[in-house]
């Protein structure tokens, strides 16, 4: 296969920046995880100088350690109940399924139609892996997915809802509450230490719009916390030295958040089991 021709504009075009940041990490000498298919993608994928902008050494190992992080609650779901559903919101060229990949697995990934064509060309569709193309914000979605009890499902939001509102982040989270509850939710969220990058980005057309304080502001939207991450003090050794020495700041431990959370119908604050995986 050759290049393929992409004609995507906005915020799909950021699939691209995750894409290479986990096959960049399959060049080093100890992968947090293996990827040889984002590897593969990568080479049938144009690149430009837009992108180039926000790629970094840095960046990568955000990505990297972000999907990770995802990796394992992901594997611990999955372990942990019986026929699971994951559902990955925003999916762009996530490579999840393949990498934990197991039998009596039921995976969904959801984007945007331009998205899932494209993953079309790459990947293959099959019974327990399917492609579902979707605003994750027009919530018909919520009505094609395979009837399972909520417990079962997990869903990924990974580099997605920090691109909404607060309050159309909160309209999902109401709609998700309402017809599965008890389900998890695990998502990433920033606080204001990324606005620096965030107004670039917005030049791009990628405005990132969603800020919290911290994960008592997400709680408050009707989850419940099963476990907090900040991402800079996950695989302490990958971060430069004076960001994981730091990071018990508060700015700077809340700089970006991996939650895992249950969508509870009357949801009530609890306080997070573990700050550090
Ligand atoms: C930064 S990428 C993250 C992709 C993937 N989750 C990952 O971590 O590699 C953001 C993704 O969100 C998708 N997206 C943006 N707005 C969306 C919407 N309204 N509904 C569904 N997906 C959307 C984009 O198309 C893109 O694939």
Redesign the pocket.
Known sequence: MSQLILKLTG??R??L???RG?AEEQARSVPLFQDELAVEWRKFLPWDDQLERFYSQFAQIA?AV??YQFDVVANKHIASVQNPLVV???????TRYHRVRQEQLHWIE???P??TNLRRQLDIETEQHQFMS????DFAWMDALPSKPPESILF?????LV??EANQVQQLVNQMRQRFPSATLLMDVVGELSKPIANQMAQQGWPLQWYVKGEREVAEMGLSLVNVWSLYQLCPERWPFLLRSQSWIPDIRNGCLILETKLEPFGQYIEPRSLNG
């Open positions: 915020l799909p950021t699939m920046l995750t894409l986990r990505w972000r999907a990955e919101l925003g999916a762009g060229l996530s959801l984007d945007l331009e998205v979707s605003s994750v914000m990924i939001a990974e580099g997605l691109y909404f």
